[in-house]
């Protein structure tokens, strides 16, 4: 019903307008009970085997809503009831922001994949988590924190600003997601320097705290083999608890787009279908240098059940879907999650785990014999 009635409704409308309807009416309808109820009946799906225990918390499913989506903490009761295992909220910041000027979002349907500007649009951290702790969810809630959106804010005021967010979440939020990807020096460094993210890393005093929900970081796509590497083996000094694999790309490569349509359509970060490929081997990367030892959450291009499943073949715990939901609608998440327990069943998988396993020892059979 949605590809054929209510997307083409709202491809009508500007990308920038059709989210802000979005986000009103998800908003809304979190308010009220009998619709959760209703969209809990037709949109969950429940299969013991779907289930994990990461961290000490249950994710009933493996499949989360990737941040971005519920930047103000107004919809996670519904999203919960559309049958997501875990949402993340954000990206937030210690100061409120509007953003960019519009326009700041971007269709490319050749593609399936966005693009956005949005500029870290939020309420500020603290009324997001004022909202955060009258929450009463079942599933696990995480907060993405960023720098504030402001060039004036950099090398120990955006230390000062992160740690303002982080202080904020840290006592309600189930974990927290470090957003490393935007500028926070006069010459337009990000957290993704190796220094500065030590830094921060510092900052936040990760190694003297044991009482922290789990944090982990989130990388771009763009990063190449070297640079992610040396920003692991800072993480790994202190005491990061996984990886978010990966943020947007700035790059246009490979595109069916027209060259004139991404010209006129300027920076921002592209998501989607675009970049599943590019956040498929930072994911491989990653498990690879942490030798499997931590818990990564993956998120690019994923809308099939097989999408999610070749994340988790090259390392992923958990994804994330976002640019999915605008193209393929609500439903999106009881196909994904019932195309990988038909995975399961057919391959007599016991749980998600398994499926990694089975791929580690195909690998290894498929070297021998050759």
């Known amino acids: 019903m949605y590809k054929l009635l209510v997307r ?9 307008y059709a989210h802000e309807l979005a986000v009103k009416t998800a908003t809304n309808y979190s308010k009220r009970d009998l619709f959760l109820r209703a969209a809990g009946t037709v949109y969950s799906y429940s299969n013991p085997k779907l289930s994990q225990n990461i961290w000490g918390l249950n994710f009933r499913n493996p499949v989360g809503l990737a941040a971005g989506f519920d930047k103000n903490c107004t919809m996670a009761p519904l999203m919960e009831n559309l049958g997501f295992g875990f949402v993340e909220i954000g ?10 000027p519009k326009p700041r979002s971007f269709r490319l349907p050749a593609d399936q994949s966005l693009i956005n500007r949005l500029g870290l649009n939020n309420d500020g951290a603290q009324t997001i988590s004022r909202r955060l702790k009258k929450l009463n969810l079942n599933i696990p809630v995480g907060v993405n924190i960023a720098k504030t959106h402001n060039p004036d804010i950099y ?14 979440v840290k006592d309600i939020a189930d974990y927290i997601t470090l957003n490393i990807s935007c500028p926070n020096t006069a010459e337009g460094k990000t957290f993704e320097d190796p220094d500065v993210l030590d830094s921060l890393l510092n900052t936040l ?6 009482s922290l929900p789990p944090v982990l970081v989130k990388f771009s796509v763009d990063l190449d083999e070297n640079r992610l590497s040396e920003l692991i083996s800072v993480c790994e000094s202190h005491a990061i608890s996984g990886y978010v694999a990966t943020n947007t790309s700035s790059n246009r490569d490979n595109l069916k787009t027209s060259t004139s349509k991404i010209s006129s359509i300027g920076r921002g970060g592209l998501s989607g279908k675009a970049i599943q490929n590019k956040s498929t081997e930072i994911i491989r990367q990653i498990y690879k240098k942490t030798k499997g030892e931590k818990t990564i959450i993956g998120v690019g291009g994923i809308s099939s059940g097989m999408d999610a499943i070749d994340k988790i073949k090259a390392g992923a715990d958990l994804v ?9 609608g609500p439903s999106i998440v009881k196909r994904i999650n019932k195309e990988i327990a038909d995975y399961l069943l057919v391959h007599d998988l016991d749980n998600i785990y398994q499926i990694r396993k089975k791929a580690s020892q195909e690998k290894v059979n498929s070297e021998y014999e050759n």
């Open 205 to 210: 005093e990760l190694n003297k705290d044991s």
């Open 320 to 328: 994330q879907i976002y640019t999915s939901m605008v193209y393929e």
């Open 155 to 168: 090398g120990d005021k955006a230390l000062e600003d992160y740690q303002t967010s982080f202080n904020l």
């Open 91 to 100: 990206s937030v910041t210690a100061i409120p922001s509007t953003g960019n």
């Open 8 to 16: 083409p409704i709202l491809f009508r409308l500007s990308a920038d």
